[in-house]
């Protein structure tokens, strides 16, 4: 030792002792999860296995946003209930409870190294990754539109800037404007999202006295969620307004125009004041790069555990995958992150596991007060989350319990949020 001098001494420690403690060579470091994307889904994953694991296990989430709107309750702000402030969040909550947050978009998942490259080019590698990046919008599902025209014909079925221009083109109408939406095929998220939608233009025209004002949905579908109580909610409370089309009727969507606001269908040309046109949809970009979706654009997943079935060391969650016989919503996605957080812990620190059960409830607003809902129990059945028991409001029910269904959908947003956001 005594020829050892000082910086030798000091770089052969740097040779042997520091590697000792790097996680790879004792192979003793925390297990880590990676989770892309900080919505109702991946949100829900990355805290809940932080916190019910006492930070056994280092939990990374990549979400470029620093600000999350959500779509859910987005209706109710374009109805006017709610502001845009109200239904954005952060998440300084997360970060403080120890969830490593950064702020980029995951460019790639390296599935045989088990990285996830950044945007920037940095590698974070992963024990388990759960992929929760919810829906690209399919814009040449509708013949004429593009990212562009969504600037003129919003889809807002991306929460953020779309939502607030669909408001702003919302209120500058005038007494005999046409909105004409186009719904989306199926599957989508939200199911009765549209047609809520609907109701709260309405909802909106009415309130600023509006007689002559319409408005039109093109439906590629032949039946909706809901049907029967939006119709019967849609003639109570906006008599004469709302006129929906459905296949047969337009005989399918030709083109749309976003320089002259015309949308040509079959049946007959429309000249839009507001056209909002909502595109088919897929996984998002980085699932779908990653060889994670199937030919339906959404990925397939083991309905016991919410691992896909491309790769075991992989969760996908939210709208992202194919759910069975789930719709793809917040609570749907919420539910399966929990499913997911409990499997990813079992996994990696052999915590229990108990039998997976999943559940949603979609509330949609129709009028003031009067809310209606739809909803499930699910298991793991027939090779996908199936449907166990399933109920949904009725016609003609009274007032206070339509009001209570509204009531219970505000309780559920704060429920959902704390969830997420802490
Ligand atoms: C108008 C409307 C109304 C709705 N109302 C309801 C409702 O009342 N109740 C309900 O339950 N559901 C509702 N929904 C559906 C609900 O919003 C979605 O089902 C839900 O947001 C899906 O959650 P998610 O986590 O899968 O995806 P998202 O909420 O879309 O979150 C995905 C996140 O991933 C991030 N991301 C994407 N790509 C990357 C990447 N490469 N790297 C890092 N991060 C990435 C995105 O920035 C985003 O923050 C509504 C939807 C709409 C459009």
Known sequence: ????????????????????????????????????????????????????????????????????????????????????????????KVRKEGVKLVHEAAASIDRDKREVVLAGGKRIPYDRLVVAPGIDIKFDSVPGYSEAAAQVMPHAWKPGAQTELLVRKLNALKD??????????????????????????????????????????????????????????????????????????????????????????????????????????????????????????????????????????IFVVGDACIPGDMPKSAFSANSQAKVAAMHVAGDLIKARTFPTRYSNTCWSLIETDDDVKVGGSYEPGEGKIKATTTFVSQKGEPPELRKQNYKESVDWYASIIGDVFG
């Open 1 to 92: 030792m005594t020829n050892l001098t000082r910086r030798s001494f000091t770089a052969l420690a740097g040779a042997s002792l520091v590697p000792l403690f790097a996680p790879g060579v004792l192979g003793q470091g925390k297990p880590k999860l990676v989770v892309i994307g900080g919505g109702p889904g991946g949100g829900t994953v990355a805290r809940y296995v932080n916190k019910d694991h006492k930070g056994a296990i280092d939990v990374t989430l990549v979400e470029p946003q620093k600000k999350f709107t959500t779509c859910f309750f987005s209706n109710i702000y374009v109805g006017g209930y709610r502001s845009f402030a109200s239904i954005t969040h952060g998440y300084d």
């Open 176 to 313: 005999g404007d046409t909105i004409v939406m186009i719904a989306p095929p199926n599957p989508y998220r939200c199911p009765p999202g549209p047609y809520e939608r609907v109701s709260m233009f309405a909802h909106v025209l009415k309130q600023k006295g509006h007689k002559k004002s319409k408005i039109i949905v093109l439906d590629p579908k032949p039946t909706f969620s809901k049907q029967a109580l939006f119709l019967e909610g849609w003639e109570k409370h906006y008599p004469g307004m709302i006129e929906w089309q459905d296949p047969k009727m337009h005989g399918g969507i030709k083109s749309v125009d976003p320089k002259t606001g015309e949308i040509k269908t079959d049946l007959a040309d429309y000249k839009a004041t507001l056209a909002n046109v909502i595109p088919a949809q897929m996984a998002g970009k980085i699932a779908r790069d990653a060889g994670l979706a199937d030919q339906s654009g959404f990925c397939p997943i083991d309905p016991e555990n919410m691992k896909s079935k491309m790769d075991t060391n």
